[in-house]
């Protein structure tokens, strides 16, 4: 709670702001919904759907109701459409993937204590495996000797 006058004027213009920006924002969002659904059925008035869809893009910007970095990338995002349209390659996503999405690992082991004990595992055998093949190298190279002397 505001414990200030200014404060709670603060909060009242907030309000004000919010419900006004909440139009402009809606407004925008509209357009471009618009724009998007007559690029995807191949309407004839796609490219002035699209140019006022910008045009409200950069208005709301200009307001500062979103940011110019918003404002870029809608813009991007609806003229790449156009021109896939235009060049007759589909549209492959709306959204981007997120880039908070979870890799799937494909680890044999879940936890890295379980990764040390059988990356030590396997290091014992590659030893004990070296060691038996050195000693039968070295049985066979007597085996040979013994025959050659004899």
Same mark, same amino acid.
Do not use: C, F, W
């Given at each position: 709670?505001a414990?200030? &006058?200014?404060?709670?004027?603060?909060?009242?213009?907030?309000?004000?702001?919010?419900?006004r920006?909440?139009?402009f924002?809606?407004?925008m969002?509209?357009?471009?919904?618009?724009a998007?659904?007559?690029?995807?059925?191949?309407?004839?008035? &796609?490219?002035?759907?699209? &140019?006022?869809?910008?045009?409200?893009?950069?208005?709301?910007?200009?307001?500062?109701?979103i940011?110019k970095?918003?404002?870029?990338?809608?813009?991007?995002r609806?003229?790449?459409?156009?021109?896939?349209?235009?060049?007759?390659?589909?549209?492959?996503s709306?959204?981007p993937p997120?880039?908070?999405?979870?890799?799937?690992?494909?680890?044999?082991?879940?936890?890295?204590?379980?990764?040390?004990?059988?990356?030590?595992?396997?290091?014992?055998?590659?030893?004990?495996?070296?060691?038996?093949?050195?000693?039968?190298?070295?049985?066979?190279?007597a085996?040979t000797?013994?025959?050659?002397?004899?």
């Open positions: 709670m414990n200030t &006058k200014t404060a709670k004027e603060n909060i009242l213009i907030n309000k004000r702001n919010q419900r920006n909440l139009h924002k809606s407004r969002k509209s357009y471009i919904v618009n998007q659904s007559a690029i995807s059925n191949n309407a004839s008035e &796609k490219e002035t759907l699209v &140019k006022e869809a910008l045009r409200i893009i950069d208005k709301t910007s200009a307001k500062g109701v940011t970095k918003i404002a870029a990338r809608k813009k991007s609806l003229s790449l459409s156009l021109n896939r349209s235009k060049n007759g390659t589909p549209d492959v709306k959204k997120s880039k908070h999405a979870k890799k799937k690992t494909t680890s044999k082991t879940s936890t890295p204590k379980k990764a040390a004990e059988a990356k030590k595992a396997s290091s014992k055998e590659t030893t004990k495996d070296t060691k038996e093949a050195s000693t039968k190298d070295d049985s066979t190279s085996n000797k013994d025959k050659e002397e004899s």
